[in-house]
């Protein structure tokens, strides 16, 4: 990763090879680099050869910077004035921002949020591989039906989304086991190898993470007929090691990878789930936490920066 003395850089890199298979999987994913991304790193570079400026990335979230982020800015706006279909603006404006972070990763200071070196998500994959923990990014839509597909392999009760949504009485993971498809199991293992079980983490900033539900609300609905998403909640949730960094805006609110292990936790106190050793999975998660908030305090540290930050917790909650 750049150096603080590297955080800022410029040049025309964006003119360099492109955006291989190993490296876009790199990122967490299996599938192949998707033709919205490339396109729109395609017309990136393209812009950097016509422009006397250079790409230059850098500052707070290393985006691009400088003549050439307003050039490109300009003219991203004007594209995506052009297009008349909500659905495509939405996709161009996804793949544009994941373009720009690629392109910007490459020997410069970058973040987004499957990109961002605080991001917990990346280490469901790191720890379980890109099978087990697949990555699915908001607005891709290669990524959407890949997933949508494997939801419907699956099945509609075989389906659970982790979200803290107000609106809706979500279920227990006890709630889960005691009915659908897992009813009468008690005494019996389970043998999910046909069927597996989808546990779905949304994986963003709050804000960003209120657009993601209300599109899988939209995707569940075309697909099953049904308004509501099928929602857990955790019974048992702390705050995680990462609210030091990160503060989350209120208590019964944590990371994507502390919301992992706490869904492999109660798995794990489920009778007839106690032999799968869950609870180890859950422990190399919070190890995994460990290991990335050390690596993150030192690094705070040698650029003279603070290591807390203020509460965002509302007290009430």
Known sequence: MASSADAERGGKEGDGAAISVVEWQGWGTSSPVTATVLEVIEDIKALARDSDAPMTFGGLGGKLKGTFKD??????????????????????FSARQIACRLLGNRGHLCQKDFLRQNNTGKLLWQIFGIQSAALCLFGICEHEDIMWSAFRDSGKGMVWFLYPNQNSSPMSVEDLFSSGPFTGLESQKMDLGEKPLNFVLIDGTWSNSSAMHRRLKERWALTWGEEHLPCISLSTLGASVMHKLRPQPSWDRTCTAAAAAGILWELHLVRRLSMYGLEKQAEAVENALDVLLDALVQRRLRKGRSITRKERHNNCI
């Open 71 to 92: 050039q490109e800015d300009k003219k991203h706006r004007s594209v995506y004035e052009s297009i008349c279909d909500s659905e495509n603006k939405m996709q161009f």
